[in-house]
Structures are given as C-alpha cells and as structure tokens.
C-alpha cells in the first residue's frame, strides 16, 4: 500500500516538473498555453513572420490544413503581411483624395475658409451628418449645436454653433476645426476622416440655419 503511494506521488511530481517545463517562454516559444486557439488570432499580424505551415499544427483546430502559428500571406513577395507604399507616392482614400495638408495655425485657418465642401446638401449626406454630428458632437455641441451638451455642464466654453460669431463660418473652416481643434476642441483627426468631417460641416450648416 505504501509502494503503491509513493509511486503515485512520483508520478505526480514528474507530471507536475513536465508541465511546469513546458510553460517555460522564450525567443519565439510561447511555452504551453491553454486553449491557444484564443490567443493567436487567425488575422495576418504584421509584427510577425512564421512561415512554417506545420508550426502548431497540433492544436489548430480550423481544419484548414496548416499550423495555428502559420501567419504569413502566400499572395505577397516572401510572404509578407505587410507591405510598404511604393516610393515617393501618397495615399489617397476611397474616393481619391489626397490628404488634407492645411497647416495647423492661423493661417491655415485662413485659407480653409476657401476650400470646397465635395458634397451637396442631398437628404442622404444631411443625415449621415446628422448620425457622426450625434455621435461625435452632440455630447459637447448640444442636440440643435447650442452648445448646451452634458459635457458643457462640467467645462464652460463650449462653442454654441448657432451663436452669432460662429453662424456666419465656411464649411471649410468647420473642417479645419474638426480637423486640429481649436480653444477647448481637441484635435478629431483621428477619430473622423475626411469625408465623415465634410457631412458634419454641411450638417452644422443646416443646424445654423434653423
């Protein structure tokens, strides 16, 4: 009985020394990791470049015939996942425009007052405005841009949009504004692109002129 116990207790501590060895890390090893499955994603990762198909095949549960850690794209040169821009060319979006280049500054400021919006006042573009103006203003602007948004309540200043000094505006200067912010507006370069900035300057047109 006692034979019996000990060779329970050593078959545990060898189990327990393997798993214990197995989650060891290092360089490209993960180590042992429980349902990898949720852990690496089936998308293309830029930041790395496994090129094994068999690399871990063995816990793949896709049925698709290659390795969970296989992640590089068979239709570019040497599989890469991520190319670069061919040189000296710059982006353009959907619609090929180029980025927008006015500087950030008073002057800058200036001469969007001469830009164009590309989109008409079509009910289309007016409610797609309407539905980023609500999501991306509405919290500081106010509902009807009167400047009365929650966010109002806890930092006056907020710009009211109908207000006598602002109503009078180009649809380029509200581009330009949505573009790097100005006074308490931080910068929404980021957070809305070119085109979603032009339907809310022709939305915040219609709201001023109601």
């Not at 002057?107 to 001469?114: E, F, M």
């Not at 079509?122 to 841009?145: D, S, V, W």
């Amino acid at each position: 009985m006692r034979q019996m116990r000990f060779i329970q207790l050593g078959f545990a501590i060898i189990l327990a020394a393997t798993l214990l060895a197995g989650c060891k890390a290092g360089g490209d090893n993960p180590g042992r990791e429980y349902a990898p499955n949720m852990y690496h994603s089936v998308a293309y990762e830029p930041l790395t470049q496994i090129k094994d198909k068999e690399a871990g095949k063995w816990v793949n549960s896709l049925d698709n015939g290659r390795g969970e850690y296989y992640n590089s794209n068979d239709y570019n040169p040497y599989g890469m996942n991520m190319r670069l821009p061919v040189p000296n060319t710059v982006r353009r979006n959907a619609n090929g425009w180029l980025p927008y280049r006015g500087a950030n500054d008073t002057t800058g400021l200036r001469l969007a007052d001469k830009l164009v919006n590309p989109f008409e006042a079509t009910p289309a573009i007016l409610t797609q405005g309407k539905m980023l103006y609500e999501i991306n203003c509405k919290h500081c602007h106010g509902a009807k841009g009167g400047g009365d948004g929650k966010v109002a309540d806890k930092y006056p200043g907020v710009a009211n949009l109908t207000g006598d000094a602002i109503k009078g505006v180009s649809e380029g200067h509200i581009f330009h504004v949505i573009t790097y912010g100005k006074g308490l507006m931080g910068s929404h370069g980021s957070q809305v692109n070119d085109e979603e900035r032009w339907k809310i300057a022709k939305y915040v047109k219609q709201l001023q002129s109601n």
